[in-house]
Each structure stands twice: as structure tokens, then as C-alpha cells.
């Protein structure tokens, strides 16, 4: 809305609608669909289904032009205006499509569809964690180029709107760290070994079974998955470019049914999270099996649902909880981001939005803590022959190292000789648990690899 001389207003299209409700003749905006599997297609249902509440809430309608497909797709009962193709290529060059929709997955050749529609001028909504955490920087720095956005909330915690949160809803605060249960699959697994004692091999299966596991399942159960997404979370939290290589990460496989009941007993549940947290010294970005004390509300999160608890110096700690996976919540975010853009295109002079990509102007060169530098306290457990001494030899290295034990519990028989022996300690520097544990398993009375799952109160 401006002032023209002789002291009249003239209203832009957009101002008009948002100030008056006027029905204007504009055209819809255009979207492209590539992948129809899980997320795609609910997408797609979605959109049509809730088509009327979505045009009031954007004020425009959205038209489905492409859907980018392997093979033809009666079965969806598309209009016979929308053209299916399996050339991607072909389909973010043409003209009538202004969003593109990625929802393949993988990094190639969605890395190369999604830079080609960028050059043709297309805005582009993905869900696609591995791209953006691996290639992020780049495809951010193309989109600014060409002056489009690259709107990705369903990339992490399908349903849970928690890109949306930190890039705006905490825009006010300095994050200081957040920590997440992220990925459903480990989450379900850990959940079942500690409410029926199940081994993680019997858990895992049943997970692949009920299609919550893939048949190779590395990415969900080693970490790899969870780390994807702690790094886009920790690029929007603290404003620092992705740096995927140098999230430490470990996954869920050496955790057992006895750790599970060990660390329940001490009042502790065993999550896979990821943890991104400030320190003097940088920025720690790691993925790993953690104690937490039960009566945290995110130790109580089961099953397959995702959390993230942020804590900001403002408004202190908050949790967000929800489906992380599935068609129905990570459609939800996917028509979500369309509808934000869609608002852009309107509103704004060129659609390129209004929030930086990773919610800061201006990125930091903050370093990223190695694994040796990071801090954190931690559940040892060590498998020692029934000799006077053991204990004092064990402490008396704990001690010389400078490590304070917590607590320290001797646990029922392994067998005549063998006794396990469980250690809490405070936060600690890695680099001296490192040598404090090497020494400890260089004792004769040790036996088996001593287990060490790190601990964390998450209360500050």
C-alpha cells in the first residue's frame, strides 16, 4: 500500500485481498510432484482433501500441473490436465509450474532436478534430510542466487513443526541446545527391549516386519539418519553452515536388555538422541545412546514418536512431540511449507520469502568439537572377577583421571567369578574417559569390553 499524490492510496493485489477479502482474477500457483511413494502421495491426498481450507488460508489455488513418476498412475485418479512423466529434467523447465515438490528421496539425482528447477526460477519444497544436510550449503547458496526459496520442514520430525519453531517462533532467543529423539525406528526399538526385556536383534526384526525398519536398516539403527537431521536442527539453532561429516555419531546396536534394566534401576531410561549443544569452546554435534533420568518428560516418549526438547535463555526448556514419520505428518509438513510459499509468492515482491533459509542473515564460523573435546557423564559398566581390590583399582583410576563417580552399584551375578560392576559418573571430558577406560581394561581382572553409554540430565 502506498501514498500517491493528492493524498489517495493505491493497494497492490496482495495488500488488497489481505486488507479487504476482495475475490481477485489471479491465476493458481502450479506445483509439481516428483515421487509418489509414502510422503508423495499423501501429499497429493492431501492437498486435495483439505483444497478449500488451504485456498482460505492462502487465498489462491493450488494446482497440481506434473507429478514426476517411474510409470504411469491410474490408480491415483489424477485430472487429465496434470501430466505425468518420468523425465524430471523436463518437467522443472516448463513453464507452468512455480513450486516444485521433491519427495524422492536420495541424493542423485534429487540434487540435480532440484539445482536444474531452481535455475528455471521454481521454489522448491523437499523433505529430503540426507540432500540438505550433505549438500544444503550449496543448494541454499543456489537458491539465493536465484532468488527462490527451498522450504524443507518435513526433512526433520515428519508432523512436528520444529524447523518452523526455532527459525521463528524462538527467533527472540539464543538457543543453547536442543536434544531429540529423531528417528522413530531406534526409538521403538529401545522402547520394546526396556517394557519386555527383548534383545535388539529380536526388537530390530520385528521393526522390519511392521515396516518401521527397512531391510537394511543402517541408516535408522546406526545413527546415520538421526545425525541428517541434528545437523539441519543445529545449522537453524546456533546459524551455522551444515557440516554433516562432523556429527559424531553411534547407534543402538551394543546396547543390551541388561543395560536397559541396569539404567532402570537407577532411575534412567536409554534414548538414541541427538544433542546439539554451545559451549565456550564451540559447538558440540553428536548422536548417541543416552541415560536420561525417567522422569523427564522425554524419557517418557515411546513407541515410534520423535521429541525435542530446546532449551533457549529466554523462555527456558520446551518439548515437541509428535509423529516424526508416515504419510498422514510428513504430508502435513510438506502441504505446510507449500502454503508458506504460496503466502510469498503473493505477498512478497519476488516469492523469495522473508526468513533466511538457516534463520540467520549471517552464518558463524563457530568450530565443531571433535568427539575428544565434547563433555558429558556416563554409565560404565564393567564385567570384573570376584577379587578384594577390584573396586579400589577401578576407583583409584576414575580418580587420577580427575572423573567424580556418582554412584556406583555392584549388580547380581553374571556367574560364580563374574560380577558387573556399575559406575555413574559427573561430566566429563571424553579424552580423559578415553584413557581412564583404556587403563581400566588393561587390568587382568577385567573381562569382556567394558560398556560405556553416556549421560545426560538435560535439566539445564
Known sequence: MTLESGGFFSYDLGSCKKLFNLECDVKPVRLAILGLGTVGGGALKLLKE????????????????????RRPRPDLDLPESVKQSADLMDIVRQPDVDVVVEVMGGIHPAYEVIMEAMKHGKHIVTANKALLAEHGNELFKAAEDNAVQIAYEAAVAGGIPIIKVIREGLAANKIEWLAGIINGTGNFILSEMREKGRAFEDVLKEAQELGYAEADPTFDVEGIDAAHKLTILASCAFGIPLQFDKVFTEGIGKVTAQDVKYAEDLGFRIKHLGIARRTDAGIELRVHPTLIPDDQLIANVNGVKNAVLVQANAVGPTLYY???????????????????????????????????????????????????????GYYIRINAEDQMGVLADVTTILSRAGISIDAIMQQPRLSKDLIPIVILTDPVKESKMDAALSQIQALPVIHGEIVRIRLESLDN
Open 322 to 376: 509428535g509423529a516424526g514419520a508416515g504419510a498422514g505428518p510428513t504430508a502435513s509438513a510438506v502441504v505446510a511449507d507449500v502454503v508458506d510459499i504460496v503466502r510469498d509468492i503473493i505477498y512478497t515482491e519476488d516469492g523469495a520469502g522473508t526468513i533466511p533459509q538457516l534463520a540467520f542473515e549471517a552464518l558463524s564460523d563457530l568450530p565443531i568439537l571433535s568427539r575428544e573435546q565434547m563433555t558429558t
Open 50 to 69: 483439505n483444497a478449500a481450507e488451504i485456498k482460505r488460508r492462502t487465498g489462491r489455488e493450488i494446482e497440481i500441473t506434473h507429478v514426476g513418476t
